[in-house]
């Protein structure tokens, strides 16, 4: 078995392991809805803007690690002119690069750095002595999405910010557009 059939067989029952537990969480928890607190332009580029800085500084990390790592092989893979190895190769250096992305993204979230949290109304979960099991899953959560975003690289979160402003853009033009009419 090749290692990219390795890579997709365990991200397919990582996947299917994350599913069922959440199911059974939910199942046995009931977990009620989270309210975000009121969200602006401002208050997404001010959450979005440190965690695009840490994934540039993830992604110069990672390129300079798997460069020195990874590149004598494609060279020589390329220097036979074995495209086909060069190609799996490259496919494989990829999902590295991502896993071990994703990896460190979620070392640093779980150190503190943060997408959804900053989101929400401060107040909204007990203090430290009332820890419940929906603010446990929510953080735990949390830390998996930020780290997946900032394993994801900067330019992802460079879309995700165009994408929101965008929105926010249309929403308030729109806006303006009735209140004229």
């Not at 086909?84 to 779980?110: M, Y």
């Not at 009332?130 to 949390?142: I, K, S, T, V």
């Amino acid at each position: 078995m090749s290692t990219l059939s390795k890579l997709d067989n365990f991200a397919t029952w990582g996947l299917v392991v994350v599913l069922l537990a959440s199911l059974l969480a939910v199942a046995a928890f009931t977990p009620g809805l989270i309210p975000f607190a009121p969200i602006t332009v401002t208050d997404v580029v001010n959450v979005i803007t440190p965690l695009f800085l840490v994934a540039l500084f993830i992604e110069r990390g990672l390129e300079v690690f798997l460069t020195s790592w990874r590149a004598g092989e494609s060279k020589r893979r390329e220097d036979d002119k074995d495209a086909t190895g060069l190609r799996e190769h490259k496919i494989v250096t990829q999902r590295l690069a991502f896993l071990a992305g994703t990896a460190v993204g979620v070392i640093i979230s779980a150190l503190g750095v943060r997408a959804l949290q900053p989101l929400l109304y401060a107040d909204l979960f007990p203090g430290a002595d009332g820890l419940q099991f929906q603010e446990r899953a929510f953080m735990a959560m949390d830390v998996l999405l930020t780290g997946m975003l900032l394993g994801g690289g900067a330019d992802g979160l460079h879309k995700l910010v165009s994408i929101f402003t965008n929105f926010m853009d249309s929403t308030a033009q729109q806006a303006k557009k009735r209140g004229d009419a």
